[in-house]
């Protein structure tokens, strides 16, 4: 997988259900029905493909529990972390706790990020976006990237 691309809008049902948009189903491997959703580090939530996740699990199993900082972050991290499914319409359920903790009400937005997606509220994403200016995002750019993007 090259990674994810794109945003797309979706619509949260009573239920706590969203139709996987067809612009990201088709970025998943043909099949690929199992994912693992998790606490984003802001307040959104992380979507992993099956096979991503257990990558990840690998590394934090491998992590020192004699470290507080392992053990708290582990906590976090994997507190809540739960397994879903497509169901045959091409919905997906979101655990209550977990909704809550991204303050998920109706309208989302599904955002790439590389080997995963971020599930944020439609009104806190365009926020964020708002209020972050384009030198400023300049400026994270380089800070990040360096001249990392720079063709030699």
């Not at 303050?103 to 997606?117: E, Q």
Request: net charge negative; hydrophobic share 40%.
């Amino acid at each position: 997988m090259a990674g994810f691309l794109g945003e797309y809008e979706s619509t949260l049902d009573p239920k706590g259900r969203f139709l996987l948009p067809g612009g990201l189903k088709k970025q998943l491997p043909e099949g690929e029905t199992h994912f693992v959703i998790s606490r984003g580090f802001e307040k959104c939530l992380n979507l992993y493909p099956k096979k991503t996740w257990e990558g990840i699990i690998e590394r934090i199993s491998k992590l020192n529990d004699f470290d507080p900082k392992v053990r708290q972050f582990k906590r976090f991290f994997l507190g809540g972390a739960t397994e879903v499914e497509l169901d045959s319409a091409g919905r997906m359920l979101l655990p209550p706790s977990l909704k809550e903790h991204a303050a998920l009400a109706k309208d989302i937005v599904l955002s790439s990020d590389v080997d995963k997606i971020n599930i944020w509220d439609a009104g806190k994403y365009k926020q964020f976006f708002e209020e972050f200016s384009a030198d400023a995002f300049s400026t994270l750019a380089m800070e990040v990237m360096g001249d990392g993007l720079v063709n030699k």
